[in-house]
């Protein structure tokens, strides 16, 4: 009743082409927003340190991934990798670059990531499909290896951990978890919008035009080379700021090994859940595997209590992982797209409802 | 019909093309006349769709030259032909299934747009104005294939004749001035094909632009062609306009089989 269409009428190209051209859709995402900006207000530290900066981080990340698989069609395993390099690489232009500002190290991070990115994107030229997607695993492989291997990258600490410096803008210290959470949002959202922006636009176009007949795509005049490589590298960019953020506004300290396999994985969970080729999708995806293991903590305890069946945590992670399992094949036989497909499906319900069509 | 058939544009002059010992098209010339509607016609396997794969550069003959307005073509790569204006549309569609009707057909104007995708993520400057300076073209092309009702759905959704609508229309969107059509017509039913007909004679005859088509209804190839090629077994077995087609020896043959 109340998400309907009618009586608004479009009368430019201009109005049409609106990121959100339904007016109730607008109000539902200031409302969001207000409610993104006014969580500092109500929530706990536990909240912001555990639950919403990775939330967003991890969706940032997912982002990255979703862009250069959703959108443009190149499978890659190598997400926690190119994260890895945004997190090495932003600790080492703190370090070593005199009065760097820490957004511009940031935004550094993201390119080199991108260089490298570009680079392990090379064989997309010529292979295709589980093909790549064993190739960019050599890129997971490699790159945590090299982490460990040289140990300037790491400024000589054992093992590789790193232990990202203060994040100080302006002055200010972000060192509290609400601060930091904000920044995060900031740079988050920014970046979402220029993915939005992105997709929607002629380089999305081309992207998807690859990813759907690659044929078709070079005999419109789309040079496939150029394309592919561009994916690959705005998809690391996304990766690897992800990254830094990861080192610098969430865990404080990383290792190599923290960003393995199954990180990319995870990542890769995310867009499956929440909707390949869908930007709402990696914010979907990243809040339902995050959240899940949270709620499955506190729900199944008291589930087993019920019933009166012995429990222990173990059982508990043993229950995740057969979630996860079954998640993901249901939602590959039933809902390729995704949440953010279910989500549209509800919108286009919603508005013809009451009426069946 | 008073229209007015220009100079040669398109000039291919013996041209043979091999994959391995299989001989696609041997030694075949023939040449295409500025706004005019060549078919190029023949039995299954003639070699018809891998003339247009020469014309367009996906594949490259062995031997023999091609010239375009009066230029020998060296080596070409298939997004050379956008660049050269030549469009075309596939015998099974090659539509971009996850993307809708309007994004489809914008994809036939990547090629004149200029900006970077700097200014597409910052959704600034260049990038807006070429947005809408191209959303109008394209929807100049969407009135006149009638698809007005269909511009926000899927392709995927699409039955089979309007995607074969969507997909000319994409190749259309890039204003070629030599349109490729790889049966245009195949697995419609009779009104979808007086439809489609009535496209290509207003494509050819508003916008003036030359079309090669490949189809297999003789009805259709007959009325609206102004000179048909012939192909039998990647050899040119006849060439001219529609009522000497008909009447060549060899065409019959081919067609009917040597017991008529």
Not at chain 1, 3 to 27: H, N, S, V
Not at chain 1, 129 to 134: D, I
Not at chain 1, 161 to 179: E, M, R
Not at chain 2, 124 to 149: C, M, N, P, S, T
Request: charged share 15%.
């Amino acid at each position: 009743m109340l998400y309907r269409e009618a009586g608004q009428f479009k009368t430019t190209y201009a109005a049409d082409q609106q990121l959100f051209p339904i007016r109730q859709d607008r109000i539902g995402l200031m409302l969001l927003a207000v409610a993104f900006f006014g969580v500092p207000l109500f929530a706990s530290e536990y909240w912001f340190s555990a639950i919403l900066i990775p939330f967003l981080i991890f969706a940032l990340a997912a982002l990255g991934l979703n862009i250069l698989t959703g959108y443009a069609g190149q499978l890659s395993l190598g997400t926690a990798a190119f994260m890895a390099v945004g997190a090495y690489a932003a600790y080492n232009f703190q370090l070593r670059v005199e009065g760097i500002p820490i957004l511009v190290s940031f935004i550094c991070a993201g390119l080199t990531a991108a260089g490298v990115g570009i680079l392990f994107g090379l064989p997309s030229l010529r292979i295709k499909g589980f093909y790549l997607a064993v190739a960019t695993l050599a890129a997971q492989f490699f790159i945590v290896w090299c982490l460990t291997k040289f140990p300037w990258l790491s400024n000589h600490s054992s093992s590789g951990v790193i232990s990202a410096q203060d994040v100080v803008i302006l002055g200010f210290n972000f060192d509290t978890p609400v601060s930091k959470y904000l920044l995060v949002l900031a740079i988050v959202s920014v970046m979402a919008l220029a993915a939005k922006n992105l997709v929607r636009s002629s380089t999305g176009r081309a992207w998807m035009a690859v990813r759907d007949m690659d044929v078709a795509a070079s005999v419109i005049g789309i040079k496939l080379m150029p394309t592919k490589l561009l994916a690959f590298a705005v998809s690391s960019f996304y990766c690897g700021v992800a990254g830094a953020l990861y080192a610098f506004c969430y865990l404080g300290s990383v290792e190599p090994d923290g960003f393995s396999l199954d990180m990319s994985f995870k990542i890769l969970f995310m867009i499956i859940i929440g909707g390949v080729g869908s930007i709402l999708g990696c914010f979907l995806g990243a809040a339902f595997i995050l959240l899940l293991p949270i709620f499955l903590d506190y729900s199944l305890p008291a589930v087993a209590e019920l019933f009166g069946l012995p429990f222990s945590n173990a059982t508990v992670s043993h229950i995740q992982i057969l979630m996860f399992g079954a998640l993901i094949m249901f939602f590959l036989i039933v809902e390729p797209h995704g949440l953010a497909r279910l989500w549209q499906i509800a919108k286009e319900k919603l508005r013809l409802w009451p009426f069946p069509h | 019909m008073s229209k007015k058939i220009g100079d040669v544009i398109l000039d291919l002059q013996n041209i043979s093309l091999r994959f391995g010992g299989v001989k696609a098209l041997t030694d075949i010339s023939f040449n295409v006349c500025e706004h005019e509607i060549r078919a190029i016609i023949g039995p299954n396997g003639a070699g018809k769709s891998s003339m247009l794969n020469v014309i367009n550069g996906v594949y490259h003959p062995q031997e023999g030259k091609i010239f375009w307005h009066g230029k020998e073509r060296k080596k070409m790569e298939p997004h050379m032909a956008a660049q050269q204006n030549i469009a075309r549309t596939f015998q099974n569609i090659a539509l971009f299934k996850g993307m809708s009707v309007l994004d489809n057909i914008m994809t036939g104007r990547m090629t004149k747009m200029k900006a970077n995708f700097i200014e597409h993520a910052l959704w600034f400057g260049r990038a807006r104005k070429e947005e809408l300076e191209h959303r109008r073209k394209v929807e100049e092309v969407i009135d006149f294939l009638e698809i007005q009702h269909i511009r926000k759905t899927p392709v995927g959704r699409l039955p089979y004749g309007l995607q074969k609508r969507v997909e000319l229309g994409r190749a259309l969107a890039a204003e070629p001035s030599m349109l490729l059509l790889d049966e245009p017509m195949a697995g419609m039913n009779v009104e979808e094909k007086q439809d489609m007909c009535r496209f290509i004679l207003d494509v050819n005859d508003q916008f003036g632009t030359t079309i090669v088509l490949i189809e297999h209804d003789m009805g259709v190839v007959m009325d609206i062609s102004d000179r048909v090629v012939v192909l039998d077994y990647g050899k040119k077995i006849g060439d001219g306009v529609p009522d000497e087609v008909k009447n060549n020896e060899e065409v019959i043959r081919a067609y009917l089989g040597a017991g008529h």
